[in-house]
């Protein structure tokens, strides 16, 4: 819990935070979660890019404007508009990074699935469905054009071998309770059951993890 959340609490109905702080804060929120997750996240859809990349927009232009004036009020607030923006900037870049890179990762897993492909916006659906493509003919070109028809997929399933990699469901999380929760855990040896408080920090499987993200009982951290 931060200040914001205690003064939220004391006076809920005067206290209200700037839709671009609650912006900043579910960027930040969204960058940390796409990077501690083994698996793509669903893309953010109340429009959040959207506000983000005007302000962005808006912030290069007036650092366009004050540029070149020499007043020492405007350069240090010249200074703080460009600190910020490269904050936005940084986030932004690191959050499509590594959603690219699952993708580029597990690429047929994504868009092989009709459920997983609707995690990603229509940008990386694009971009997966064009890699994809090149890549298949570039191993159709080098070697897979040899092969028998039967034989050039790159999703075969023969054998209940499935040639599409996945990723690893099992990797440990750091999560965050936001409420009071019955906690389910899978261990190699033994399964249980952990009685987590609000506030309290556990590290968890992502496949035990991923409900009480889903629900809202847990944020990753």
């Known amino acids: 819990m931060d200040i914001d959340d205690i003064l939220r609490e004391v006076d809920p109905v005067s206290y209200q935070i700037p839709q671009e702080t609650r912006d900043l804060q579910d960027l930040t929120r969204a960058w940390v979660a796409e990077r501690s997750t083994p ?4 893309w953010p859809s109340n429009g959040l890019f959207e506000r983000i990349n005007d302000k962005i927009k808006r912030q290069i232009e007036k650092v366009e404007e004050m540029t070149g004036d020499m007043d020492p009020k405007t350069n240090f607030a010249l200074i703080v508009i460009q600190t910020e923006l490269e904050r936005f900037k940084y986030l932004v870049r690191s959050f499509l990074r590594t959603r690219i890179a699952k993708i580029d990762k597990h690429l047929l897993h994504y868009i092989s699935n009709d459920n997983l492909r609707t995690r990603m916006s229509q940008i990386e659906e694009a971009y997966a469905r064009r890699h994809q493509l090149l890549l298949h003919n570039h191993y159709l070109n080098s070697f897979l054009g040899t092969f028998p028809p039967a034989m050039q997929n790159l ?3 023969a054998g209940n071998i499935s040639m599409i990699d996945s990723p690893d469901l099992d990797s440990a999380v750091f999560i965050r309770l936001l409420k009071d929760a019955e906690i389910e855990c899978h261990g190699v040896d033994v399964d249980g059951v952990l009685t987590g408080k609000e506030g309290d920090i556990v ?7 991923k409900g009480l993200v889903e629900k809202g009982d847990a944020e990753l951290v």
């Open 39 to 42: 698996e793509l996240l669903p």
């Open 155 to 157: 999703n075969d399933t």
């Open 203 to 209: 590290i968890l499987r992502w496949s035990d993890a």
